[in-house]
């Protein structure tokens, strides 16, 4: 299983970008996928994640109401919707997966795939 990033950028406070992140599976839905995101200086951290079916998702609280996580099965594509972005959001943004029968995840160690990664800078 592959995982491309991209999307990231720079960005005013209070702007919008999206994420998306290619996956190369032909069981797309069999796995959870979620994002981390790894500011400067500062370890990873859960940021959202989809269940297998797309019918449960969960948030960091720092992000709640913010963002958005969604995948497109037909496409084999994950995105994070980030809206009404601000500095302390500026961190490198990772895609993740794994495959599982039990329930989603948003502990680091659970994902055995793993994007390369894609900058999101905010400007205040």
């Known amino acids: 299983v592959q995982l491309q990033a991209s999307g990231g950028g720079l960005v005013q406070a209070g702007g919008s970008l999206r994420l998306s992140c290619a996956v190369s599976?032909?069981?797309?839905?069999?796995?959870?996928k979620g994002w981390f995101r790894q500011a400067p200086g500062k370890e990873r951290e859960f940021v959202a994640a989809?269940?297998?079916?797309?019918?449960?998702?969960v948030y960091a609280d720092s992000v709640k109401g913010r963002f958005t996580i969604s995948r497109d099965n037909a496409k084999n594509t994950l995105y994070l919707q980030m809206n009404s972005l601000k500095p302390e959001d500026t961190a490198v943004y990772y895609c993740?997966?794994?495959?599982?029968?039990?329930?989603?995840?948003?502990?680091?160690?659970?994902?055995?795939?793993w994007g390369q990664g894609t900058l999101v800078t905010v400007s205040s």
């Open positions: 993740a997966a794994y495959n599982t029968k039990t329930g989603l995840s948003p502990v680091e160690i659970m994902y055995d795939y």
């Open positions: 599976t032909p069981t797309f839905g069999s796995y959870v």
């Open positions: 989809i269940s297998q079916n797309g019918g449960t998702t």
